[in-house]
Every structure is written in structure tokens, then in C-alpha cells.
């Protein structure tokens, strides 16, 4: 069931992300020492309850009391806002709670007057891409900085008329 990340769910939510984030560090080589910044490892308590407090939205799956994916949304005004975090930890994954996620997102962004969804990858991950693109998004660009071993991609979804 997806439901409002409750304020008290913080700790769990930070370790859903960072452990799901992890599968994609491992993959790729990401360490701390070489992407302190990737979301498996800059993901903190302080940072979501920041967000939390800033009011972006924040959405869970909950399954029998347990907390196995999350997303939330930053609403950047005149219709465009971002997805961050959607993840499903591991041992949950292929079972279209990812899926379910995602449709909420273009779901819940629609109703706040979202006409246009902004989305970042990590680019070499040509399998996370694919599937973005396969749910309607179109990448849009690249971009490398010094701080991050990968290529940071760049995707959007149109939220109009659906």
C-alpha cells in the first residue's frame, strides 16, 4: 500500500534509501571515499527531515508493517518538479512495487499542477534508463562533475494530458 511518510518513519525511510541505493554503488564501484555524495551514502536523517520540513511530498510502500520503498517529490513551482529517491529495497524488487511507485509520483505531481517531471540517473545504469523511458520519460542530457565517478543523466517526463 502506498501511503504519506509519517514524520516518526524518518530513520526507517533513510535506511530503505541507502540500502537500496547500495545494489547500484556495488554495480558500479561507488564507495564512500569516491562518490561521498551518491544517495547511498549522503542519505542522512537530518537531510530527509529537512526535506520533510521544507513540505515536500514523501510517499511509502508499506507491506505488513514493513517499510520496502519510498519516493518523494520536489515541487519546483510553475508546473515542473523533480522525482527523488524512488527506490524498492532489494529483496522486493521485480514485483512492480517500483511500477506502482512511479505511476503514484506522475499521479501525485499531476494533482499539484505538475506539468512536467524531472528525473536524474545515474547514467551508466542503461537498465534504470530503459525502464524510465519505457514508463513515457525522455532522456535529455548528461552532465559530469568532478565529485561523482559517473555521469549524472537527465531525464523528463510529460505529465499533461494523461
Not at 561521498?36 to 542522512?44: E, G, L, Q, S
Not at 527531515?49 to 519516493?71: H, S, T
Not at 562533475?145 to 494530458?161: I, Q, S
Amino acid at each position: 500500500m502506498i501511503r504519506q511518510m509519517k514524520s516518526e518513519e524518518i530513520d526507517r525511510c533513510v535506511q530503505v534509501i541507502r540500502d537500496s541505493f547500495m545494489t547500484v554503488a556495488d554495480a558500479f564501484g561507488f564507495t564512500q571515499e569516491n562518490a561521498p555524495r551518491f544517495t547511498a551514502f549522503a542519505t542522512t536523517r537530518e537531510r530527509l527531515a529537512w526535506q520533510k520540513q521544507e513540505g515536500r511530498p514523501m510517499y511509502v510502500w508499506e507491506q505488513d508493517g514493513q517499510i520496502l520503498g519510498y519516493y518523494s517529490l520536489h515541487l519546483q513551482g510553475e508546473g515542473k518538479c523533480e522525482l527523488n529517491n524512488l527506490c524498492v529495497l532489494p529483496a522486493f524488487r521485480h514485483r512492480q512495487i517500483g511500477e506502482k511507485l512511479l505511476e503514484h509520483a506522475f499521479t501525485q505531481a499531476r494533482e499539484r499542477g505538475c506539468r512536467q517531471m524531472f528525473i536524474g540517473i545515474v547514467e551508466e545504469n542503461a537498465q534504470l534508463r530503459q525502464w524510465y523511458e519505457a514508463h513515457g520519460a525522455v532522456h535529455v542530457g548528461t552532465e559530469k562533475f568532478d565529485f561523482f565517478p559517473f555521469t549524472c543523466g537527465y531525464l523528463e517526463k510529460a505529465l499533461d494530458g494523461e
